[in-house]
C-alpha cells in the first residue's frame, strides 16, 4: 500500500513539473508577416507602338512576383465566377479568346507562412482576331444551314473524362449506343441548326421533347428548367442565338488531334447536346457528316464529349 501511495506522489510530481516547466517555456511560431510587394508582369505578345493590344493572337505570358512567397494562385478573368488556378513556378501563359479587344481584370492571390496571403489585381487590354479554317465553316453549315442531332447509333456519344491538357477521351465513363432512349429520348431528338448569315453566325435549338439536363444551376440560365432536379428531359421552348468561332482554350498540345476551334454561344438560352452552363465547346473532330465536341464539366476536373451526326 505504501508502495503504491509513493508511486502516485511521484507520478504526481513529474505531472506537475512538466505543467510548470510548460508554462514558463515561450513558444516562437515564426515570422507570420505575409507576402507584399506583388507584382503581377503581363506580356502581351505581340504589343508594340502599332499594336497597342497584342498582335491578336490573344496569348499573353504572366510572372509574379512577392516577397515572402510560397505559392500563387491567378483568375484570368474577374468578369466571370472565381477561378483560381494553382501557378506553382509564378510563371504561366494564357489565350484569351473573346473577340476583338476586351479589357480584364486579372487576381492574383500569394500565400505565404502558415496561410497568409495578400492579393492584387491589374487590368489588361487583349486583342484578340480569329478566322477559322474555311472547312470548319463549310462543314459545319454545308455554307447556308445544316441540322445536326446526337448520334445514339454509336457508343461514346455522350461520355466524361479528366479536364487535363494532356489528356482527352471519355476515360471515365462513355454511354453506350441507345442509353438514354428509355429515361431521356430528348436527348436524341433535339436538332441543332448552324447557320452563316450575313453578319455572322446562329444556332436554332429545335427541342420538341424538351431539353435533357438536370437541375436549373446547372442549365446556366436555359429558360423552363427548375431549380433542382434529376437527369432528365424538361420543358424547353427552343431559342435562337448567334455563335462565333475561337481558338481553343483547352490548352491541349498541338499533337493532340483538334481542330484547336471552338464554338463559342452567345447568351444564356441555347446549347448543344447537353443543357448546361458550358458555352465553349472545342471541336476536335469534324466532317460533312460528324462533329465531335469536348467541353468543360460543370463538375470541377470534369470533361464532357459529344458525338452529333448531320442530318
Given at each position: ?14 505531472v506537475t513539473g512538466f505543467w510548470a516547466c510548460s508554462e514558463n517555456e515561450d513558444y516562437v511560431l515564426g ?212 455563335f462565333s468561332f475561337a481558338p481553343s482554350s483547352s490548352g491541349i498540345p498541338a499533337s493532340t488531334p483538334s ?53
Amino acid at each position: 500500500m505504501r508502495n503504491n501511495i509513493k508511486l502516485i506522489i511521484l507520478l504526481v510530481s513529474i505531472v506537475t513539473g512538466f505543467w510548470a516547466c510548460s508554462e514558463n517555456e515561450d513558444y516562437v511560431l515564426g515570422d507570420l508577416t505575409p507576402p507584399s510587394n506583388i507584382v503581377i508582369n503581363a506580356e502581351i505578345v505581340g504589343k508594340g507602338p502599332n499594336t497597342p493590344n497584342g498582335d491578336g493572337s490573344g496569348d499573353v505570358k504572366f510572372t509574379i512576383t512577392a516577397d515572402k512567397a510560397l505559392s500563387y494562385r491567378i483568375d484570368y478573368d474577374a468578369s466571370d465566377a472565381l477561378n483560381l488556378v494553382n501557378i506553382p513556378t509564378g510563371k504561366t501563359n494564357r489565350k484569351y479568346t473573346k473577340l476583338g479587344t476586351n479589357t480584364y481584370l486579372v487576381t492574383v492571390v500569394v500565400y505565404g507562412k502558415g496561410g497568409t496571403s495578400s492579393s492584387t489585381t491589374k487590368e489588361i487590354t487583349v486583342q484578340s482576331n480569329f478566322s477559322p479554317d474555311a472547312s470548319i465553316i463549310t462543314n459545319l453549315t454545308g455554307g447556308t444551314s445544316k441540322s445536326w442531332v446526337v448520334d445514339k447509333t454509336v457508343a461514346g456519344h455522350f461520355g466524361v473524362g479528366e479536364w487535363s491538357d494532356a489528356v482527352t477521351g471519355p476515360a471515365w465513363w462513355a454511354a453506350s449506343i441507345n442509353e438514354k432512349v428509355g429515361c431521356c429520348p430528348c436527348f436524341y431528338t433535339t436538332t441543332f441548326k448552324f447557320s452563316k448569315t450575313a453578319s455572322g453566325f446562329s444556332i436554332d435549338v429545335n427541342s420538341p421533347d424538351g431539353a435533357f439536363t438536370k437541375t436549373g444551376a446547372l442549365a446556366g440560365g436555359l429558360p423552363g428548367i427548375p431549380a433542382s432536379g434529376d437527369e432528365g428531359c424538361y420543358p424547353y421552348p427552343g431559342a435562337s442565338n448567334s455563335f462565333s468561332f475561337a481558338p481553343s482554350s483547352s490548352g491541349i498540345p498541338a499533337s493532340t488531334p483538334s481542330t484547336k476551334t471552338s464554338i463559342l454561344l452567345a447568351g444564356s438560352n441555347t446549347y448543344i447536346g447537353y443543357g448546361a452552363l458550358q458555352k465553349e465547346f472545342e471541336i476536335l473532330e469534324l466532317t460533312p457528316t460528324y462533329m465531335y465536341l469536348r467541353a468543360q464539366g460543370t463538375e470541377t476536373g470534369n470533361a464532357w464529349y459529344l458525338k452529333l451526326v448531320a442530318l
